[in-house]
């Protein structure tokens, strides 16, 4: 364990040095009292429109437009004189919203691309810091540290070369990820998960896994501290699933790339806002998020497309930040092959491979009628080649389980929902 520690801080170092430092203060601001977490808010905003109106073009139009200039905010109501940015407006914008500093190291981020269309921008370090240390943080509410072993259900490449790469990386990491959804596979990760402390990736395959765990009758051999879902809706059966297999309710870390770690579930099942990093507006239902510390790519009220249900500050816990009692809008669907079960978000990364790779960029969006088939509609035409590379790349990840239908030349206001890359009349 000690040598994974080392490891785990040497490559924080290397990556960046700021995220220590972050996450201490974190760990002290937990306890403060909730006038002293607004009145940071307020310090952290003014910084943020200020550095949004001096450097980018498109908030300083928007701002000009609507007669708001930085040195007019006073109080934290003052926000809601801003407009609300669509993420239409950002992907629009891009270049007219990055600040690149040259002297500075960036990080490439990306969204999951939820509408069809992911969002590429940079963060600078003090970003980065923030986002690592709010992990951090929210692990260290359930007694875990992030070098402990882990196992991790999330996205990955499958062509070889690109598999050994997250091989190592993972065990530099101390951490063991799902390669195959396919029996064998499961049973791999299983038997690996029983000597973990933690387990964490999309919340709709933790289900899978704790379905498998109960009906092996094997949870007696889990010694899990968390088990933390992320990206996608924590449904109640969920959460009896899990509680059952590990004996351990299912954490909620909810956040996006653009906006940041916005809340993170603590002992007592309280989703805590960050207010270090983010402030949350809730408009008849939906989330606004302005990212405090997005000062390389700035995020102000930002519609993420999520609705939630906001509750009050206060919790046995003893932190006064408040709490987002429910997440509704971000639903997590699986994709029924005709023997196994995927996560929607692999779509993800299948159109992420053929941009990466084959400089292919299309806008789906996938919708499942009958159990073992798909249909994908892309709203391009594609050629006789590109048509093979679509089917290459998704017989990677699904072979024979999955009959693949793909119409082409489809507008987008002919998707079922514009609003998502996969629709499943099956769940």
Not at 62 to 69: A, V
Not at 84 to 96: I, M, Y
Not at 315 to 322: V, W
């Given at each position: 364990?000690?040598?994974?520690?080392?490891?785990?801080?040497?490559?924080?170092?290397?990556?960046?040095?700021?995220?220590?430092?972050?996450?201490?203060?974190?760990?002290?601001?937990?306890?403060?009292?909730?006038?002293?977490?607004?009145?940071?808010?307020?310090?952290?905003?003014?910084?943020?429109?200020?550095?949004?109106?001096?450097?980018?073009?498109?908030?300083?139009?928007?701002?000009?437009?609507?007669?708001?200039?930085?040195?007019?905010?006073?109080?934290?109501?003052?926000?809601?004189?801003?407009?609300?940015?669509?993420?239409?407006?950002?992907?629009?914008?891009?270049?007219?919203?990055?600040?690149?500093?040259?002297?500075?190291?960036?990080?490439?981020?990306?969204?999951?691309?939820?509408?069809?269309?992911?969002?590429?921008?940079?963060?600078?370090?003090?970003?980065?810091?923030?986002?690592?240390?709010?992990?951090?943080?929210?692990?260290?509410?359930?007694?875990?540290?992030?070098?402990?072993?882990?196992?991790?259900?999330?996205?990955?490449?499958?062509?070889?070369?690109?598999?050994?790469?997250?091989?190592?990386?993972?065990?530099?990491?101390?951490?063991?990820?799902?390669?195959?959804?396919?029996?064998?596979?499961?049973?791999?990760?299983?038997?690996?998960?029983?000597?973990?402390?933690?387990?964490?990736?999309?919340?709709?395959?933790?289900?899978?896994?704790?379905?498998?765990?109960?009906?092996?009758?094997?949870?007696?051999?889990?010694?899990?501290?968390?088990?933390?879902?992320?990206?996608?809706?924590?449904?109640?059966?969920?959460?009896?699933?899990?509680?059952?297999?590990?004996?351990?309710?299912?954490?909620?870390?909810?956040?996006?790339?653009?906006?940041?770690?916005?809340?993170?579930?603590?002992?007592?099942?309280?989703?805590?806002?960050?207010?270090?990093?983010?402030?949350?507006?809730?408009?008849?239902?939906?989330?606004?998020?302005?990212?405090?510390?997005?000062?390389?790519?700035?995020?102000?009220?930002?519609?993420?497309?999520?609705?939630?249900?906001?509750?009050?500050?206060?919790?046995?816990?003893?932190?006064?930040?408040?709490?987002?009692?429910?997440?509704?809008?971000?639903?997590?669907?699986?994709?029924?092959?005709?023997?196994?079960?995927y996560p929607s978000l692999t779509l993800y990364y299948v159109f992420k491979n053929m941009a990466s790779s084959h400089s292919v960029v299309l806008n789906y969006q996938a919708v499942q009628k009958t159990r073992g088939t798909l249909e994908l509609l892309i709203e391009s035409e594609v050629d006789e080649d590109g048509l093979k590379l679509i089917n290459k790349e998704f017989n990677k990840y699904f072979k024979a389980d999955l009959d693949v239908n793909i119409r082409t030349g489809?507008?987008?206001?002919?998707?079922?929902?514009?609003?998502?890359?996969?629709?499943?009349?099956?769940?």
């Amino acid at each position: 364990m000690a040598l994974f520690k080392y490891i785990y801080l040497a490559g924080l170092a290397y990556r960046n040095k700021k995220i220590l430092k972050c996450y201490r203060f974190l760990k002290e601001s937990e306890k403060w009292q909730l006038d002293d977490l607004r009145q940071l808010q307020l310090e952290r905003l003014k910084l943020l429109l200020s550095n949004a109106y001096a450097n980018t073009d498109f908030y300083r139009k928007r701002f000009d437009e609507c007669g708001f200039h930085p040195s007019y905010l006073s109080t934290l109501d003052d926000l809601k004189k801003l407009p609300v940015t669509e993420k239409e407006d950002v992907l629009a914008n891009v270049s007219g919203i990055q600040i690149n500093v040259p002297a500075e190291k960036m990080f490439f981020s990306e969204t999951s691309g939820s509408t069809g269309r992911p969002l590429v921008f940079y963060r600078n370090q003090e970003w980065d810091a923030w986002h690592n240390a709010s992990v951090m943080r929210g692990y260290s509410w359930h007694g875990v540290f992030p070098w402990e072993r882990n196992g991790y259900l999330w996205g990955y490449n499958i062509s070889f070369v690109k598999k050994l790469k997250v091989s190592f990386l993972d065990f530099l990491q101390n951490r063991f990820r799902l390669f195959s959804y396919e029996s064998d596979g499961l049973d791999r990760f299983l038997s690996k998960l029983q000597k973990a402390s933690y387990l964490n990736g999309y919340s709709s395959m933790i289900y899978e896994i704790a379905k498998r765990v109960n009906a092996r009758g094997i949870s007696s051999k889990f010694r899990l501290k968390m088990v933390k879902g992320t990206s996608e809706k924590i449904y109640d059966v969920y959460r009896e699933e899990v509680q059952k297999a590990f004996g351990k309710p299912i954490v909620s870390e909810y956040g996006s790339a653009e906006g940041g770690i916005i809340a993170f579930e603590c002992t007592q099942g309280n989703m805590h806002i960050n207010m270090e990093t983010v402030i949350v507006e809730e408009i008849d239902n939906e989330i606004l998020v302005t990212n405090l510390v997005s000062t390389s790519f700035p995020i102000i009220r930002y519609r993420l497309g999520d609705y939630v249900k906001l509750g009050e500050s206060g919790c046995s816990c003893g932190m006064a930040h408040p709490i987002i009692k429910e997440v509704t809008g971000r639903i997590g669907a699986l994709i029924h092959g005709k023997t196994n079960t995927y996560p929607s978000l692999t779509l993800y990364y299948v159109f992420k491979n053929m941009a990466s790779s084959h400089s292919v960029v299309l806008n789906y969006q996938a919708v499942q009628k009958t159990r073992g088939t798909l249909e994908l509609l892309i709203e391009s035409e594609v050629d006789e080649d590109g048509l093979k590379l679509i089917n290459k790349e998704f017989n990677k990840y699904f072979k024979a389980d999955l009959d693949v239908n793909i119409r082409t030349g489809v507008p987008r206001s002919n998707f079922n929902s514009k609003k998502k890359d996969f629709v499943s009349e099956i769940d």
